[in-house]
């Protein structure tokens, strides 16, 4: 029976589309190594790898590491859309909080 860290993996990887071998190339791992962390009941992964699969599954360790249910939808695309604001430029951040201050006047 999985983990729930890899239950979280998995659930995080399908919902933003990746295969077990993207999801490998993109943290420097092997795809049996993610594989395992899915799978296995007692995964030990180091503190490196989870932060790498954090960052692109776009949570904080925290989250994965917790031995709680998965947080609702909600907060992970919260999580998503703070990460992608922060890259943002300049104008394009102006433009959504106009978008927002508009909505709050509603």
Do not use: C
């Amino acid at each position: 029976m999985p983990s729930p860290l890899g239950d979280k993996i998995r659930a995080l990887r399908k919902q933003k589309k990746l295969s077990l071998e993207q999801l490998a190339e993109l943290t420097d791992s092997s795809k049996s190594y993610i594989w395992e962390l899915e799978n296995k009941d007692d995964p030990k992964p180091s503190a490196d790898k989870i932060g790498k699969i954090a960052a692109v599954l776009e949570v904080t360790t925290e989250f994965l590491l917790t031995e709680s249910a998965t947080t609702p939808d909600e907060e992970v695309l919260d999580e998503a859309f703070f990460r992608k604001y922060k890259t943002m430029s300049e104008p394009d951040k102006k433009k959504i909080r106009k978008i927002l201050d508009a909505w709050e006047d509603e």
